[in-house]
Each structure stands twice: as structure tokens, then as C-alpha cells.
């Protein structure tokens, strides 16, 4: 077996996920580490929390993989007694060198938003839009037709979600399903505009979902959290194949929580 390191696995994932589908405000990549370091344990997560960072020094993991990196913008100072600054120190402590797969993730191929569709069931599953051109939402079609609240019924089923929230934009039978895993209500009218009768994704602000009404599109808001986490089974598993011929193991995050309860 030969010897991982950090490089190798962020190889698979840019095999997978390549960087030059990011947007350009994201920062995807290493963000802590050294490439060249060695890699007997991988830690897959959606976010770098102080549970998974907790989960991962257990296991004695050198890497955590996560879909939203723990780095966004320019860091000015590093304060030990506020979260991110705690974070990096017990990252850094530990020797845990932390990888990222954003929104290169999501556009890609076999990404977040191929395995939503997926997992709600859908089928003929294309890009959201011109075949040609990545893009971060999905289209498909349901193999049997449903109202609108019997089509939330089955996204919540299908997701394991604790609710989803419904925008039903009338009395229409739906078949052909649009998607954008996190907050993807953006893609909402492109969904329509490409034959979406009904979109899911997270994050749903008032007047986005006024909008949809307006228009004839049901929405149906499972979450950031529920409409993202099932990568984490996937990535793990692609890179499990991936790096069979390495001395690696590959720990996935199966204690995950959406942050919102319903009260």
C-alpha cells in the first residue's frame, strides 16, 4: 500500500470536484496544512465544527474534508477566546490539516447537487441549463406524478428532514423537478424558465417565495443542512475508491445536526 498524504486526497477530490467550477467569491482548496504531510485518517463533514473537529482528534485523523470551508474571507488576527480562532488553534494542536469542496463541489458532476436529485428520487437528471456549461443546479423528473403537498411529503421522507417548508403556487399536478442543494433559491426562476414545476433547495426568504408563487413554481424548502448532507456519505465513498491503493482510512460525519428546530 502506499503512503497517503494530504496532496493525494486533494488530488481525488479535484478529479472529482475541480477547483475551476468554484464561484469567485468561494475558497475552496487546503486551508490548513501541508500538503506533503502524511494521511493515515480522513474525517468527512459538512462543516468544521467543534463537534467534527472533536470527532476527528478521537479517531486521530491528520484531515478533515468539509464541504463549507472554515476560511471565507481574510483573517486579520487569530483570537484564541473567539470560535474561529479557537478552532484553528485546536486544528493546528492536533495536526489536523483541513481540505474544502464548496461550490465546485456542488456543480460538479456526481456533487451535491446530482446526489440530491438522486436521493429524492428524480430521474433524467440534467444540468440546470445549457448542457455544455456546469452549473450548480439540477433538473429531473419524478417517475410518478404528485400534488404539491404530496411531493413535500416525499422530499421529507426521502431527506430524513425533522420539516420542510412548502410555497404552493396552485392546483397543478407536478412531474419535472428543479434543485439546488444550500441556498439555491436563486435558480428558482431558471428552474421555471427551463419547465420546473416545482424546486427544492434551502434558505427560502419571504419575498423569493412570493416570487414563486407569483409564477407558477411550488417550492419546497427542506434546508441548507438536509439538502446538503447526504454529499458527506458520497464524497466519503468516492474517496474510499478512489484511494484504495493507499494506506488511508476514510471516517464520514454521521452525527451531523441541522442547526433550526421547529418549536
Not at 472533536?54 to 485523523?61: C, G, K, P, R, V
Not at 419547465?195 to 416570487?211: P, S
Not at 484511494?243 to 464520514?252: P, Q
Request: with cysteine.
Amino acid at each position: 500500500m502506499k503512503k497517503c498524504t494530504v496532496q493525494a486526497v486533494a488530488d481525488a477530490i479535484n478529479r472529482l470536484a475541480p477547483r475551476k467550477l468554484a464561484e469567485e467569491w468561494d475558497n475552496p482548496g487546503l486551508l490548513i496544512g501541508n500538503p506533503s504531510a502524511e494521511v493515515k485518517k480522513v474525517f468527512v463533514c459538512l462543516d468544521v465544527l467543534e463537534n467534527q473537529i472533536s470527532q476527528a482528534i478521537e479517531l486521530d485523523a491528520q484531515l478533515i474534508v468539509a464541504h463549507h470551508p472554515l476560511i471565507f474571507h481574510a483573517i486579520k488576527n487569530i483570537r484564541y477566546d473567539l470560535p474561529l480562532g479557537n478552532k484553528i488553534s485546536r486544528l493546528i494542536k492536533n495536526n489536523l490539516a483541513v481540505f474544502a469542496a464548496h461550490t465546485n463541489l456542488d456543480s460538479a458532476e456526481g456533487g451535491v447537487n446530482d446526489v440530491l436529485a438522486k436521493k429524492i428520487g428524480l430521474n433524467d437528471i440534467k444540468m440546470l441549463g445549457d448542457e455544455e456549461i456546469s452549473s450548480m443546479g439540477r433538473l429531473g423528473t419524478l417517475e410518478t406524478p404528485m400534488t404539491a403537498l404530496e411531493f413535500a411529503q416525499h422530499v421529507k421522507k426521502c431527506l430524513n428532514a425533522d420539516n420542510v417548508r412548502l410555497v404552493d403556487a396552485g392546483d397543478f399536478i407536478i412531474k419535472k423537478i428543479g434543485v439546488c442543494g444550500g441556498a439555491g433559491a436563486d435558480f428558482i426562476q431558471k428552474a421555471k424558465f427551463f419547465g420546473a414545476q416545482a424546486f427544492v433547495t434551502g434558505d427560502v426568504k419571504y419575498h423569493e417565495a412570493q416570487n414563486a408563487l407569483e409564477n407558477k413554481i411550488h417550492v419546497v424548502d427542506a434546508g441548507h443542512f438536509y439538502t446538503e448532507f447526504p454529499i458527506v456519505h458520497e464524497l466519503a465513498e468516492f474517496l474510499r475508491g478512489e484511494l484504495e491503493n493507499f494506506a488511508v482510512e476514510i471516517f464520514e460525519d454521521k452525527n451531523g445536526k441541522n442547526f433550526f428546530r421547529t418549536i
